[in-house]
């Protein structure tokens, strides 16, 4: 049975459940950020292996940013798992104003075939992204985030397991980071959100 790598503490409290009612002061269910940080602008690549400019993707949309890997066990698949099943629900000119965006924090074994082949399989629209990993490392440091956590203590290059934060960063429309989704976050939850997400700052 796989262990699960032991994380600094920031990294453990991204992995906790949500509240159940908004408790934000605009009322979302997910974690308003204390600092408006920009979409990272550092040198992506998409699954094609091209140059992607993440901010002009987003502009005009609500990007829903997240870092991980496609080998991870449980993080990763139930939070795209969970995106792509609420926006399947929506309707179709809401669903081109929703950007997701899944970025490797282990781009040594995630290859473009494999990122793209993972990615798309929760949702064709969803983009898989790539880069150098000074590049993605200091994407994360940019949000605020720990930067990825290789275990490689006792394993395989093929088996190891890797440490990251566990939230989706929400953008508004704006390009600003807003609110932070933990893992545990519901489907309910996405639903709710989403429209005050896509309506802001002109919120009812």
């Given at each position: 049975m796989r262990r699960a790598l032991v994380l600094p503490v920031v990294l453990l409290l991204a992995c906790s459940?949500?509240?159940?009612?908004?408790?934000?002061?605009?009322g979302?269910?997910?974690?308003?950020?204390?600092?408006?940080?920009?979409?990272?602008?550092?040198?992506?690549?998409d699954t094609r292996g091209e140059p992607f400019d993440l901010a002009a993707a987003a502009e005009?949309?609500?990007?829903?940013?997240?870092?991980?890997?496609?080998?991870?066990?449980?993080?990763?698949?139930v939070h795209l798992a969970n995106i792509a099943a609420v926006?399947?629900?929506m309707p179709d000119a809401v669903q081109r104003e929703v950007l997701t965006v899944f970025v490797t924090a282990d781009p040594s074994r995630?290859?473009?075939?494999?990122?793209?082949?993972?990615?798309?399989?929760?949702?064709?629209?969803?983009?898989?992204?790539?880069?150098?990993?000074?590049?993605?490392?200091?994407?994360?440091?940019?949000?605020?985030?720990?930067?990825?956590?290789?275990?490689?203590?006792?394993?395989?290059?093929?088996?190891?397991?890797?440490?990251h934060a566990g939230q989706v960063i929400a953008f508004t429309k704006d390009g600003?980071?807003?609110v932070h989704y933990p893992f545990g976050?519901?489907?309910?939850?996405?639903?709710?959100?989403?429209?005050k997400l896509l309506a802001w700052p002109e919120q009812p």
């Open positions: 459940s949500p509240p159940t009612r908004p408790l934000s002061p605009n979302f269910i997910g974690v308003e950020v204390d600092v408006l940080r920009p979409i990272p602008t550092v040198p992506f690549r005009g949309k609500v990007l829903l940013l997240f870092f991980g890997y496609t080998n991870c066990p449980d993080i990763c698949p926006i399947k629900r995630d290859t473009l075939p494999r990122l793209h082949e993972w990615v798309t399989g929760f949702d064709r629209e969803f983009v898989g992204l790539t880069g150098d990993q000074w590049a993605i490392d200091s994407a994360q440091v940019a949000l605020g985030l720990v930067p990825a956590v290789l275990d490689t203590v006792n394993k395989s290059r093929e088996e190891y397991l890797v440490g600003l980071a807003r976050t519901r489907q309910r939850d996405w639903a709710t959100d989403l429209p």
